[in-house]
């Protein structure tokens, strides 16, 4: 699942007549970084979900021909990061699915951050493992994280736990199960992993390289910089 759908408010101006997905680091467009990620993990299938200027990206998925890619259209009402991804669901199937951002900047280190989230996979274990990055290894990131990962590497919100806090860079695995009993509309993924918190049941997984926030024009300067280094 490749989240396509927000508006990308942050990086105006840029976003007022091109989606971010499709806004150029070093002459690319980041959904295709993304989509080189899938590509090298072996995904057959993408369903990009679409509701912010769609015809542009639907326009570039009619250019993939590996992995296949389907389109959920949430032109109607955008669904935000849970809802849109249980709209998508009829088209993902029953078994376990990754899920990126399609904004989402990563450079890995040794084995690929998707091979190592496949691996770590234990469905008697999880509904969902998050792919978390230590904040030394961002760049154009000043947020305090997201996570605190315990010693058997389930997680708590950094605000109830201590340690070392990881912040959530936009890439994870995760079973359909998650979303028995999931509101209907528009609703976080938050939600769900907080459930899933409580049941102990969401994991992390840590980065082994460095992630690129590109969340303004100015951190596309900074995630260039990056990639020539």
Known sequence: MVLAAG????????????????????????????????????????????????????????????????????????????????????????????????DSFWLDEGEPALDRLRKRWDDAAMDCLLLLCPLPQTVGYDGKGDFVLGPDDRLQRRVAASGDPLAYIGGYLVTPRLFRDAPTGAFSMNLLWDRAIAAGRLFGLPHLG???????????RLAERALES
């Open 7 to 102: 508006y990308g408010q942050r990086m105006r101006p840029l976003t007022l007549t091109k989606p971010k997905p499709l806004i150029e680091v070093a002459g690319r467009a980041l959904i295709d970084y993304g989509f080189d990620r899938l590509r090298a993990a072996g995904v057959e299938t993408a369903v990009v979900n679409v509701h912010y200027l769609p015809e542009q990206i639907e326009a570039w998925a009619a250019t993939q021909e590996h992995p296949r890619t389907l389109i959920s259209d949430e032109r109607d009402v955008i669904l935000d990061t849970g809802g849109g991804i249980a709209r998508a669901l009829p088209l993902l199937g029953p078994d376990p699915f990754f899920v990126i951002n399609s």
């Open 210 to 220: 460095r992630w690129l926030h590109v969340g303004t024009p100015d951190a596309i």
